[in-house]
């Protein structure tokens, strides 16, 4: 129970030209509005330099085409009609699209093949090795595994906290007293989880759900018409995962905080917290210190392994009776003010 | 614990809109099972609205439904039943 136990990442198979150009890489495109359509079935880009000169076995002509300065250059050392041959005997093969970089252009009569092979050219303004990184983070992005979770997804402190648990133990209640507090909410109910460089999960909601959240016995409200543009945001980065739970007598539950196991979600290593829960606790208070607590390990102070620490620190130092009495207060003796 | 799975389609001409679905959770939070919905590989909890509602499932859109749970076998049987009877609506 808890954490949703089936928990399938959904791939992205292809991704249309049209998305593409959403990329941050400034397109321009040479070919009007065709070939938009033709799918990217691959992250990875591809140079066709030795393609273009003409040995197209092994060519991953599925790949975004880019063509540098090294496939501009050559072109130009061709005649009209040998660089016409060239690019034929590339777009005879089902490109997705052909990038030029730095602002390169292309004759008219070979972007005119492009469009009679539905190929779209962009050109864009950035140099091969710039292009190359910027594209290479989209499309990486585009086809990376994501997750559906179902939970409260709240940014406290900096912090991406997401709260699961079993539903109606109160995970929406509790992401809206954390707004309440200037707290943001991310997503609530669904929230996807995408894996980026390896590392790290960034979550966010989706387009229809937006920030609507449905709160038992009062229904649907939107939190961003009721509290405002700064009691939300769009994307955050998964931190923290609290599994909310029923008080259980029988269940164990951390006392010193030296013993947590993280969870692995898309094989990204998450923090975990299981938090008993019952009337009356204020969870909203323990979220903030979970974030605050975080923030301090991030930042190098881990306040379990400090304290555990000193203690080791006193046991090694085998002080008698009398020195224990004097070291159980913090201060030797009270000052005289009584404040 | 069993785990089971089925297949339903939506057939009423408006879909699974916020009535049903409203109709759906309360259904679900009746069990204690978990049972998960899901449409082309995009899995929600059954007991939240918020969730079932994003699936806009349109009529003749199949979802595949997941149940887990002491009850699942009792929980599968009333949301196929309800699925089936279009939820009381035009077919």
Not at chain 1, 2 to 15: A, D
Not at chain 1, 309 to 318: A, D, F, M, T, V
Not at chain 2, 41 to 49: P, Q
Request: glycine share 8%; proline share 3%; aromatic share 8%.
């Amino acid at each position: 129970m808890g954490i949703q136990s089936n928990l399938k990442p959904i791939m992205q198979e292809k991704i249309p030209v049209s998305v593409m150009l959403q990329a941050p890489l400034k397109f321009k495109c040479l070919t009007d509005e065709v070939g938009l359509d033709n799918s990217i079935t691959d992250k990875n880009l591809h140079r066709p330099q030795l393609a273009l000169a003409g040995y197209v076995g092994l060519f991953s002509w599925h790949r975004v085409q880019i063509f540098g300065n090294t496939e501009t250059n050559y072109l130009r050392t061709l005649t009209l009609p040998d660089r016409i041959k060239a690019l034929e005997k590339i777009t005879q093969f089902r490109l997705p699209c052909i990038i030029l970089t730095n602002n390169n252009m292309l004759d008219q009569e070979l972007i005119d093949i492009c469009i009679n092979a539905e190929i779209p050219v962009l050109q864009t303004e950035y140099d091969t090795s710039k292009a190359f990184y910027l594209l290479s983070e989209f499309l990486d992005d585009q086809f990376s595994p994501q997750i559906v979770m179902h939970g409260s997804f709240v940014d406290v402190y900096g912090v991406g906290i997401l709260f699961v648990g079993r539903s109606g133990i109160g995970k929406s209640e509790i992401a809206l007293d954390l707004i309440e507090r200037g707290h943001r909410l991310v997503a609530d109910d669904v929230v996807m989880l995408t894996k980026k460089r390896e590392t790290i999960l960034m979550g966010t909601g989706t387009s229809l759900v937006q920030h609507f959240m449905e709160i038992r016995g009062l229904g649907i409200i939107d939190i961003r018409q009721m509290f405002g543009i700064r009691s939300i945001r769009f994307q955050k980065r998964l931190e923290i995962v609290v599994e909310l739970e029923d008080w259980d007598d029988k269940a164990t539950y951390t006392r010193t905080g030296l013993d947590e196991l993280p969870l692995e979600i898309l094989g990204v290593e998450i923090s975990k917290v299981k938090l008993p829960i019952f009337p009356g606790k204020n969870i909203t208070v323990i979220a903030e210190v979970i974030a605050i607590n975080y923030l301090l390990r991030t930042y190098g102070y881990d306040a379990s392994q400090v304290f555990s620490e000193k203690l080791n620190e006193r046991i090694r130092q085998k002080s008698g009776v009398k020195k224990i009495f004097e070291e159980k207060r913090i201060i030797s003796y009270f000052q005289g003010d009584n404040e | 614990m069993s785990v089971l799975e089925a297949e339903v389609t939506i057939v009423n001409r408006a879909g699974l809109h916020t009535r049903p679905a409203a109709g759906l959770v309360k259904m679900c939070s009746k069990f204690l099972s978990d049972i998960y919905l899901s449409r082309d590989g995009f899995s929600i909890n059954a007991k939240s609205i918020i969730g079932v509602m994003t699936l806009a499932a349109e009529q003749g859109s199949t979802l595949n439904i997941k149940a887990e749970g002491i009850d699942a076998e009792e929980a599968l049987n009333s949301l196929i039943e309800y699925f089936k009877s279009g939820f009381g609506e035009p077919i």
